[in-house]
C-alpha cells in the first residue's frame, strides 16, 4: 500500500495516516486481518514521530478500522457495529462538503455523480501491494 503523508499540508500528519489507511481498506488494498506495521516501523518508514502513529492507529481503533493488541500491534478490522452512529458522522462530515458544493453551484445529479464514481472506484477490488512511502514535495 502507498502511504502519501504531505509534510507541507495544512492537515495534520496523524489525521493524513489515518486517511491513508481508510482509503487502503475502501480500495481493498488492506483487509481484514492484515497486520499494520508497529508504530516504531511505520514511524521510522514515514520519518515522522511514533506519537503521530500511535494517535492515528488509537483514532483508527476508536472509529472502529483496526484492533490494537500488544501481541500482534494494529490488525485491520473494520466494526460492522453501531451502523446509526457511523452515519451520524457520515452525515456531519458530508454537511460541509454539500454546503460548500451549494456555494459553489454544484448540481445534485454532479454530486450523486461523484459519489457514484467514487463508490464504483472504493468497490473494484485492488490488487495489495507493500507499504511505500513517498514525500510529496
Keep these: 500500500m502507498l502511504i502519501e503523508i504531505d509534510f507541507n499540508s495544512n492537515e495534520a500528519l496523524y489525521i493524513q495516516l489515518r486517511n491513508q489507511i481508510i482509503l487502503g481498506i475502501a480500495k481493498d488494498m488492506l483487509r481484514d486481518g492484515d497486520s499494520l506495521p508497529s508504530v516504531r516501523q511505520m514511524a521510522n518508514e514515514l520519518g515522522v514521530n511514533m506519537h503521530t502513529v500511535n494517535k492515528a492507529y488509537a483514532l483508527l481503533r476508536q472509529d472502529g478500522y483496526v484492533k490494537l493488541d500488544r501481541r500482534n500491534g494494529a490488525v485491520i478490522s473494520v466494526s460492522m457495529e453501531n451502523k446509526s452512529h ?45 507499504i511505500i512511502v513517498e514525500e510529496k514535495e
Aim: with cysteine; aromatic share 4%; hydrophobic share 40%.
Design 86 to 130: 457511523h452515519v451520524e458522522n457520515i452525515h456531519s462530515n458530508m454537511e460541509m462538503i454539500v454546503a460548500q458544493a451549494v456555494c459553489k453551484n454544484i448540481t445534485l445529479e454532479e454530486m450523486q455523480k461523484l459519489v457514484e464514481d467514487m463508490y464504483d472506484t472504493f468497490s473494484s477490488a485492488r490488487p495489495q501491494i507493500d
